[in-house]
């Protein structure tokens, strides 16, 4: 019984190149995000610390702020940086 099983073959992830070109325009997505709302970011950074409000709704400010920085930059990034590998790939295999 023990014969008859077989482990599946390894699926390994993205190239690091690849990786490294999402964290690129990862980066470069949230600096452009920050610079274009500079206002924004200068005018909310004092309410985040130190806390004065209740922690429920400073971590709700602290989550919408790191969520629209970070985590939405990092989803388009991805998608734009895999299809910047892509394109940048093909071309390199012509």
Known sequence: MADEFEFPDPQPGPSARRLA???????????????????????????????????SRWLSILAVFLGSVFLLPGIVGSVVGDALYDRWSEERDD
């Open 21 to 55: 070109v999402r964290l690129g325009c990862t980066t470069l997505l949230s600096l452009l995000l920050i610079a274009a709302f500079w206002e924004f970011v200068v005018q909310w950074l004092p309410l985040l610390w130190p806390p004065t409000q209740p922690y």
